[in-house]
């Protein structure tokens, strides 16, 4: 039995279609923008339902450091969210695939579970990120996110639990028909 059919058969790893707004873990991941000041998307709809001490805080890492460079994460309040925290991560917008975005939307998810071990979290849901207004194909999104969360969970490590959460049934079967193949 190889890793990858390990982590979704242990259910360390799970699919879900749902709005990421709702679910309850302890952190979240935004797919934002450079500027952390909100936008349409999973990022607006995060924001709506956090409420205004997540925007506060991503006023406050602007200001501080300019934003977040593409392919990296801060970490918010959860605000009113079921989450506790938010991750908020720059995915690459598609530009062919040759000006390094594969690369780039890798990092997002490394970081994002590098800064969640950082905090102690335990369970953490992603969306699918880039593959929105971003326009990231989403089947090559989808390969790339298991992969690189199958490596980092190679580590021994406290994340326990996570979450590919699929807001459009596109993504959502793309997820399902993956992980049938590595199961
Ligand atoms: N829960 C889970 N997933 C969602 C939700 C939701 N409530 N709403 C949308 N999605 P996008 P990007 C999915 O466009 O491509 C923003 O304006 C959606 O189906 O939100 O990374 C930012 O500020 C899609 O699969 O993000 C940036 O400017 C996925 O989330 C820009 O969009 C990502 O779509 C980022 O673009």
Redesign the pocket.
């Given at each position: 039995m190889n890793e990858e059919i390990g982590i979704f058969s242990s259910k360390r790893v799970e699919i879900r279609q749902?709005?990421?707004?709702k679910v309850a873990v302890d952190a979240i991941v935004n797919?934002?923008?450079n500027s952390l000041l909100?936008?349409?998307?999973?990022?607006?709809?995060?924001h709506k339902a956090g409420g205004p001490a997540i925007l506060e805080e991503c006023r406050r890492i602007n200001k501080r450091q300019g934003g977040c460079e593409t392919g990296e994460a801060v970490i918010t309040t959860g605000g009113n969210l079921p989450a506790k925290y938010v991750i908020h991560t720059v995915?690459p917008v598609w530009y062919g695939g040759k000006q390094g975005e594969s690369e780039k939307l890798r990092s997002c998810y490394r970081n994002s579970l590098k800064l969640a071990r950082e905090n102690g979290i335990e369970s953490i849901a992603f969306?699918?990120?880039?593959?929105?207004?971003?326009?990231?194909p989403?089947e090559e999104a989808a390969r790339l996110a298991i992969d690189e969360i199958r490596n980092f969970l190679q580590n021994k490590d406290r994340i326990k639990k996570v979450l590919f959460?699929?807001?459009?049934r596109e993504?959502y079967e793309i997820y399902c028909r993956l992980a049938e193949k590595l199961r």
């Open positions: 749902e709005d990421i707004t797919a934002a923008n909100g936008g349409g998307g999973v990022d607006g709809a995060i995915g969306p699918n990120i880039s593959t929105g207004v971003y326009g990231y989403k959460v699929c807001y459009d993504n």
